[in-house]
T-cell receptor, first 115, second 117 residues
Framework: AQSVTQLDSHVSVSEGTPVLLRCNYSSSYSPSLFWYVQHPNKGLQLLLKYTSAATLVKGINGFEAEFKKSETSFHLTKPSAHMSDAAEYFCVVSVYGGSQGNLIFGKGTKLSVKP | NAGVMQNPRHLVRRRGQEARLRCSPMKGHSHVYWYRQLPEEGLKFMVYLQKENIIDESGMPKERFSAEFPKEGPSILRIQQVVRGDSAAYFC???????????????FGPGTRLTVT
């Protein structure tokens, strides 16, 4: 069965410092993995996705994530945080691997950015 | 190029009333998904539909909840006889049909926040 664990419920960084949001997954199939961002009272926006191509995935707004099969991890990083990055971030695995199906969400990590 | 539209954005219902949530997928998308987000939780899958067909409803509560995606018009998530525990944000997502390169990419709407009083 597929599952996702986000290791931190809350991360706080200072503006201009690196961001690391951790995610571990469990999947019986070759997984498709995603990071979504949700700003307060808004819908979810896809940041980036991994679907068995390059293991280092670049997304929007300077975010990237690396798929590490040996560690079953898909951590999200950004070299320099911006105030506008403050939001909730969800690590997501697709139930059916690379094909269609429902998504399983982690519980989310709230990112705070201090000036 | 309009994204996924949901309405209403906020809905208040008294216990025992019915709630109807609407979702219009992105242009060119034929698959719709509904998710529920309870406070302090991630989103939980409810149901996956294509036009006139429910593909996967494994996340739907057995009673009071139903979903449809008719040939014409938006997808509807219907909750009958609402209870306080139904208060949540309900998100709709849509994707393209099988066989296209972006098949697996789901685009989310802004959500409907249901409050049951």
């Amino acid at each position: 069965a597929q599952s996702v664990t986000q290791l931190d419920s809350h991360v706080s960084v200072s503006e201009g410092t690196p961001v690391l949001l951790r995610c571990n997954y469990s999947s019986s199939y070759s997984p498709s993995l995603f990071w979504y961002v949700q700003h307060p009272n808004k819908g979810l926006q896809l940041l980036l996705k991994y679907t068995s191509a390059a293991t280092l995935v670049k997304g929007i707004n300077g975010f990237e994530a690396e798929f590490k099969k040996s560690e079953t991890s898909f951590h999200l990083t950004k070299p320099s945080a911006h105030m506008s990055d403050a939001a909730e971030y969800f690590c997501v695995v697709s139930v059916y691997g690379g094909s269609q199906g429902n998504l399983i969400f982690g519980k989310g990590t709230k990112l705070s950015v201090k000036p | 190029n309009a994204g996924v539209m949901q309405n209403p954005r906020h809905l208040v219902r008294r216990r025992g009333q019915e709630a109807r949530l609407r979702c219009s997928p992105m242009k060119g998308h034929s698959h719709v998904y509904w998710y529920r987000q309870l406070p302090e939780e991630g989103l939980k899958f409810m149901v996956y539909l294509q036009k006139e067909n429910i593909i996967d409803e494994s996340g739907m509560p057995k009673e009071r909840f139903s979903a449809e995606f008719p040939k014409e018009g938006p997808s509807i998530l219907r909750i009958q006889q609402v209870v306080r525990g139904d208060s949540a944000a309900y998100f709709c997502a849509s994707s393209q049909a099988p066989g296209t390169s972006r098949y697996y990419e789901q685009y989310f709407g802004p959500g409907t926040r249901l409050t049951v009083t």
